[in-house]
């Protein structure tokens, strides 16, 4: 996972996508994303490593409230509605053909890892997978209480509303085939702002299936 490179004073805008997975599944990264039309510039390259969750802790889990979605009406249901639309038809993400798969569901878990970091990349005015205390995003996952057997993530900064966010996540290759991969089941995302922080909002999407 790769932090990105500067980025344009007109349209800042920045997509990054990671995807970790169990050692038997054949999961691959699907190459450096490119710019997506019209969405600003997209960083990062999807990437895949053997493993599992391991032990995971038990922390409080952070509430889905105005401080974690941005202050967006009906935040959760939009974005179901969007995610789950997407993955009802089929679409090619970059040269890569992905078919029709089943809806995933929100779980709280991978909502408090995504509102966690989202909330950890505005505060501290940066934006990268890795965490400021160098957590991987499935490490982050499992800290929640998630144990995974597939654990992948966007992000995203600088989008003003979940239409754009997903829009921009579908229009990049890597990003979007995470959101289609048929071994997820469950999601959560979060979107955090932050007044005089680079990009304003940042969004963190949590993807994952359980062991």
Request: charged share 10%; with cysteine.
């Given at each position: ?25 054949a ?22 490593v ?126 979007c ?16 702002q ?18």
């Amino acid at each position: 996972m790769h932090a990105p490179h500067t980025p344009s004073a007109r349209l800042p805008l920045w997509i990054a996508a990671g995807v970790t997975c169990l050692a038997v599944a054949a999961c691959g990264g699907g190459g450096s994303d490119t710019a997506a039309p019209a969405a600003g510039s997209v960083s990062g390259t999807p990437t895949s490593v053997a493993g599992s969750s391991g032990s995971t802790g038990t922390p409080g889990l952070l509430a889905l409230d105005a401080s974690t979605s941005c202050g967006l009406a009906d935040f959760q249901n939009t974005l179901m509605q969007q995610i789950n639309a997407a993955r009802s038809t089929g679409r090619t993400c970059g040269s890569t053909a992905m078919p029709a798969v089943a809806p995933l569901a929100w779980n709280n878990r991978l909502f408090s890892a995504a509102a966690r970091h989202s909330g950890d990349m505005a505060t501290n005015n940066y934006f990268s997978h890795t965490g400021l205390n160098g957590s991987t995003p499935a490490q982050r996952i499992a800290a929640e209480g998630y144990a995974w057997s597939w654990a992948g993530e966007n992000i995203a900064a600088g989008q003003q509303t979940i239409t754009s966010v997903m829009n921009g996540w579908l229009a990049s290759p890597g990003h979007c085939a995470n959101i289609m991969r048929a071994e997820y089941r469950d999601v959560g995302v979060s979107c955090v702002q932050q007044s005089g922080s680079t990009y304003g909002k940042y969004w963190t999407m949590a993807l994952a299936r359980p062991q």
